[in-house]
């Protein structure tokens, strides 16, 4: 029988589909009668789909080294 640490440690590959099907199976059976794993797998769903939300597109390249002289220039000047 699974226990909330195997819930812990698999949950990453468990939410991706990355494991055998007994061991999908046991976790399911164990997410089932825990309620506080329910709870920490559907806080990890919410995260992912926060991060998907939120990460930064880039849509177009920036030369940080230029950006980064600029900056020093800058600085320079108010010295």
Known sequence: MFECK??????SNY???DLPLGKRVGLFFH?????CC???MQQIRQTIKTVAVMRPREHNQVDTHALAEQLRGLSQKDS
């Open 6 to 11: 195997d819930i812990a440690e698999e949950a």
């Open 15 to 17: 939410l991706d589909g």
């Open 31 to 35: 997410l089932v009668i825990c309620s």
């Open 38 to 40: 329910r709870a920490y």
